[in-house]
């Protein structure tokens, strides 16, 4: 009768299986609102200005424009272009607590299309206009007069919301805190400017948030962590082979050795995506991000080819590297959306990045230890080989779904797993000390 492999005829190596199968996790799904048939302001809070993006039904315009924008918004740029801006500028009337006015341009404008089985087609304009206050006045104090479409449709409402405030803490990405709204007032039959004050926010804040956001998106870039850990799965081992013959990962090379390699491969993946995301956050080096998205994908797939049997053994710090660059490009377009002016950004650049480097030492700190402690049984084969099939599983997954731009059925899993990963991370824990409790007794 055939016997079984060590690794499967065990409880050990069932729960094992069971735990690499489902450490490849993804990103929780997100969903948007439907549009809502009220303009909508968001400020972006900048040291001297404020950069506004108004959003206004193309229905509710069209009745207060004055031309039709609705009805045939093919073009409607083109068309209406420098009337628009002249009717958001007759409607948009920031002043200093003092009665001074602001400055305000705008500066592009764009209709945006939604359509959907129910509301079907809703279409909006998208209007950016910069709020420049005068001379010595705060930015984050003044009173907000604005009656676009107002003026004409009084059952129409302005929701005026902070979208970004970095000397708060708040970014872009975050759910935006709404100020108030302008309306009619019906006892008095007019609309009401919005006094808006704003509390005062600080440099440290503002890094701060930015080493909360670094930490925030590498622990749920599933894509970035996984690289770097089946990267890492081969690291406590020697190389075997060489000289004519076949490279094949050997046995447990030592604590030191483990350390040695873990910390230049780690060293090397961090000063790679730092490079990038410096000069992609400036604006000097910048690339599609559906290319840069394929591409980290793939180097897991490199990753997990070399963890299943040695493609570049002792060189492991330069491919880290080498991918790294391409991991700090999608770190970059984080930081390069919130268009920061200059001090902000060479902040945030830092504390991200710094939030970026502290995740990352948590994750391996909880997950290296047991790996080391799994090298040094006849268990670790499988575990090794196990998790580079999976992950290149994921890696292929990735491609696909990166290259179609749709979803599939392995990515969709993977994004279900996500949630689970502290009991994963416990139940490696649980096997590593079980299986090298098991080896120190029978020594």
Known sequence: ???????????????????????????????????????????????????????????????AFGHTVNDSSAGLVARLGPQLKAYLLQHIR??????RPWIVSVDGLAVHETRNPINGVYRELIAQVRLTPPVGEPVRRFVFHYDAVLHQVVTHKILVSVRQDWARGQVADEQTAQVGVIELDIVNNRILPLPISLESGSVWMGFQSMITLGMRHISDGTDH????????LPAPL??????????????????????????SIVT??????????????????????????????????????????????????????????????????????????????ALSI?????????????????????LILLSQTALYSAVRISGAVLAGVAALAWVIERVSGNANGVTE????????????????ALLAVMTWGRLRASA
Do not use: C
């Open 238 to 263: 020697l190389v075997s082979g060489g000289s004519g013959q076949r490279f094949d990962w050997g046995r447990f090379g030592g604590v030191r050795y483990s350390l040695k390699q873990l910390v």
């Open 225 to 232: 962590l996984l690289f770097l850990l089946v990267l890492l």
């Open 268 to 345: 090397a993946f961090t000063l790679g995506h730092s490079l990038t995301l410096l000069l992609g956050s400036l604006g000097w080096l910048r690339l599609p991000s559906q290319p840069v998205e394929i591409l980290i994908a793939i180097s897991i797939l490199v990753s997990a080819i070399h963890a299943f049997r040695p493609l570049f053994p002792g060189r492991e710090p330069w491919v880290a590297a080498g991918f790294g660059l391409v991991h700090g490009l999608a770190f970059a377009s984080i930081l390069a959306n919130l268009q920061l002016d200059t001090v902000p950004m």
């Open 1 to 63: 009768m055939k016997q079984r492999p060590y690794f499967i005829s065990r409880p050990s190596g069932w729960l094992m299986i069971f735990l690499l199968s489902v450490l490849v996790s993804g990103l929780p799904t997100t969903s948007s609102a439907h549009p809502m048939p009220n303009s909508v302001v968001l400020l972006n809070i900048h040291t001297d200005r404020i950069d506004a993006e108004v959003q206004i039904p193309l229905n509710e315009l069209q009745a």
């Open 413 to 428: 899993l993977i994004e279900h797993v996500a949630n689970g990963a502290p009991w994963l991370l416990l139940g490696l």
């Open 94 to 99: 920031p002043k200093s607590t003092d009665d």
């Open 350 to 370: 830092l504390g991200f990045n710094l939030g970026i480097e502290l995740m990352q030492l948590v994750v391996i700190g909880l997950t290296i230890p047991w």
